[in-house]
C-alpha cells in the first residue's frame, strides 16, 4: 500500500511573526492525503487548529510525529594561494533556531494503534519564539523555517511532508534614540590624469536621522564643492542591501553578498560650483528589517550610497551611510533639513 502525505496551511497563511503560536490541522487518510493546516485568525499571537485524520479503512498506525525546524545556513566558494597555486575552498555554516517535536499520537518506541473508518481529530500548537531572525533567500545563504510530519506505520515505509512557512521579525524603532540623531559623511577626491593631479571634489551627505521602515522616504543633502576642473553630470543616490555570510568550515571566512533595492539619478554640479542637492529615496514596501545581531550565519545590513559621475573619470567618488529598516518608525518627529 501507498500512502501519499501533503501539509497545507489553513487558509494559505505562510507568514508568521515571532511570538505568534503556530498551530494547525493534519489530515490523514489511507491512500490519499496528510495535510497540515494552520489557523489564520490569531488571538494574542496564538493560531488555533487541529490534526484530523480520515480513514477509509481499518489501519494500523504506531505514531504522528509533528516537527518544527528553523535553520540559518551558507554555503559559498572562496580562492586562496597555495604554493604555486591557486586553490578553491567551499565554506559553509549552519546555525539552528528551532527544533521541536511533538507526538501528536503515539511514541517513538509506541505499539502500532489500531484505526477504524472515520474522522479523528487532534489539536496541536506550537510558539515560536520572539528572538528568531526573519526569513532569507539569498545566492550564497538562507534562513528558511518549516513543519515537517512523520507519518508513522505499519504496513510500509514511514511517510513525510514538508512544508515550509516565512517569519516577519517586527522591529520596533520608536525608543532607539540612537537613530534619532543626524549623521552625516564627506569626502575629498582628487583624480590624477598621467602626472598630473586635478584640484580636489569635495561630497558631503547629510541624513536627518538613521532609523527608517518600509514605503518610508529618506532624504539626503548634497553638498558638492567641485574645484577638479570637470562637470559632474550626474549624481545617483541609491539604497543598498547587504547580505553578509560568516562560515564555520573549514574555518571562519566571511563573504558579502550586494543587492541595489532602489536607485535613482539625479542632478549633477558644474565645475567651479558649490552645489546643493536634495535626493530622495523611498523604502519599496516589504523590506526585510535589519538582522545584524540576531544570526551568527546570515546577516542583513542596509546603507544609503551616493556616488558622482564626473566627465572623462571612470573612478568615482563615494560615500556610504549605513541605516537600520524596522517595522515601527521613529517615535519622535525628526525635522528635516
Given at each position: 500500500?501507498?500512502?501519499?502525505?501533503?501539509?497545507?496551511?489553513?487558509?494559505?497563511?505562510?507568514?508568521?511573526c515571532?511570538?505568534?503560536?503556530?498551530?494547525?490541522?493534519?489530515?490523514?487518510?489511507?491512500?490519499?492525503?496528510?495535510?497540515?493546516?494552520?489557523?489564520?485568525?490569531?488571538?494574542?499571537?496564538?493560531?488555533?487548529?487541529?490534526?484530523?485524520?480520515?480513514?477509509?479503512?481499518?489501519?494500523?498506525?504506531?505514531?504522528?510525529?509533528?516537527?518544527?525546524?528553523?535553520?540559518?545556513?551558507?554555503?559559498?566558494?572562496?580562492?586562496?594561494?597555495?604554493?604555486?597555486?591557486?586553490?578553491?575552498?567551499?565554506?559553509?555554516?549552519?546555525?539552528?533556531?528551532?527544533?521541536?517535536?511533538?507526538?501528536?499520537?503515539?511514541?517513538?518506541?509506541?505499539?502500532?494503534?489500531?484505526f477504524?473508518?472515520?474522522?479523528?481529530?487532534?489539536?496541536?500548537?506550537?510558539?515560536?519564539?520572539?528572538?528568531?531572525?526573519?526569513?532569507?533567500?539569498?545566492?550564497?545563504?538562507?534562513?528558511?523555517?518549516?513543519?515537517?510530519?512523520n507519518?508513522?506505520?505499519?504496513w510500509?515505509?514511514?511517510?513525510?511532508?514538508?512544508r515550509?512557512?516565512?517569519?516577519?521579525?517586527?522591529?520596533?524603532?520608536s525608543?532607539?534614540?540612537?537613530?534619532m540623531?543626524?549623521?552625516?559623511?564627506?569626502?575629498?577626491?582628487?583624480?590624477?590624469?598621467?602626472?598630473?593631479?586635478?584640484?580636489?571634489?569635495?561630497?558631503?551627505?547629510?541624513?536627518?536621522f538613521?532609523?527608517?521602515?518600509?514605503?518610508?522616504?529618506?532624504?539626503?543633502?548634497?553638498l558638492?564643492?567641485?574645484?577638479?576642473?570637470?562637470?559632474?553630470?550626474?549624481?545617483?543616490?541609491?539604497?543598498?542591501?547587504?547580505?553578509?555570510?560568516?562560515?564555520?568550515?573549514?574555518?571562519?571566512?566571511v563573504?558579502?553578498?550586494?543587492?541595489?533595492?532602489?536607485?535613482?539619478?539625479?542632478?549633477?554640479?558644474?565645475?567651479?560650483?558649490?552645489?546643493?542637492?536634495?535626493?530622495?529615496?523611498?523604502?519599496?514596501?516589504?523590506?526585510?528589517?535589519t538582522?545584524?545581531?540576531?544570526s551568527?550565519?546570515?546577516?542583513?545590513s542596509?546603507?544609503?550610497?551616493?556616488?558622482?559621475?564626473?566627465v572623462?573619470?571612470?573612478?568615482?567618488?563615494?560615500?556610504?551611510?549605513?541605516?537600520?529598516?524596522?517595522?515601527?518608525?521613529?517615535?519622535?518627529?525628526?525635522?528635516?533639513?
Open positions: 500500500m501507498t500512502c501519499n502525505l501533503t501539509i497545507n496551511f489553513l487558509n494559505d497563511q505562510t507568514i508568521y515571532p511570538g505568534q503560536v503556530l498551530s494547525g490541522n493534519v489530515f490523514l487518510t489511507k491512500l490519499g492525503i496528510f495535510l497540515i493546516v494552520l489557523d489564520n485568525h490569531p488571538t494574542n499571537f496564538i493560531c488555533l487548529g487541529c490534526v484530523t485524520i480520515e480513514i477509509m479503512e481499518t489501519s494500523q498506525f504506531s505514531g504522528l510525529r509533528l516537527t518544527v525546524n528553523g535553520l540559518a545556513i551558507c554555503k559559498f566558494r572562496d580562492s586562496h594561494d597555495e604554493s604555486f597555486f591557486r586553490r578553491d575552498t567551499t565554506f559553509t555554516g549552519e546555525e539552528r533556531f528551532i527544533n521541536d517535536s511533538v507526538y501528536l499520537f503515539g511514541t517513538s518506541r509506541g505499539d502500532s494503534k489500531e477504524k473508518p472515520g474522522t479523528h481529530k487532534y489539536q496541536f500548537s506550537y510558539r515560536i519564539s520572539h528572538t528568531i531572525p526573519s526569513s532569507v533567500k539569498a545566492k550564497h545563504g538562507k534562513i528558511r523555517y518549516n513543519v515537517e510530519a507519518l508513522q506505520t505499519s510500509e515505509f514511514d511517510v513525510y511532508a514538508r515550509s512557512f516565512t517569519i516577519i521579525r517586527f522591529e520596533d524603532l525608543f532607539r534614540f540612537d537613530l540623531l543626524p549623521t552625516s559623511e564627506e569626502i575629498v577626491t582628487s583624480f590624477c590624469c598621467w602626472s598630473c593631479k586635478t584640484k580636489p571634489i569635495t561630497m558631503r551627505v547629510k541624513l536627518p538613521t532609523g527608517y521602515v518600509p514605503e518610508q522616504s529618506i532624504r539626503l543633502n548634497i558638492i564643492d567641485n574645484r577638479c576642473g570637470f562637470d559632474v553630470y550626474r549624481t545617483v543616490i541609491s539604497l543598498k542591501k547587504k547580505f553578509t555570510f560568516i562560515s564555520q568550515q573549514p574555518s571562519i571566512r563573504w558579502q553578498e550586494h543587492k541595489t533595492l532602489v536607485k535613482n539619478i539625479i542632478d549633477g554640479a558644474k565645475n567651479g560650483r558649490d552645489t546643493k542637492i536634495l535626493g530622495i529615496i523611498e523604502i519599496p514596501p516589504f523590506t526585510l528589517p538582522n545584524d545581531d540576531i551568527k550565519v546570515v546577516k542583513i542596509y546603507n544609503v550610497q551616493v556616488s558622482l559621475d564626473v572623462g573619470f571612470i573612478s568615482k567618488p563615494k560615500i556610504s551611510i549605513p541605516i537600520i529598516i524596522g517595522s515601527k518608525p521613529l517615535k519622535f518627529g525628526i525635522t528635516q533639513f
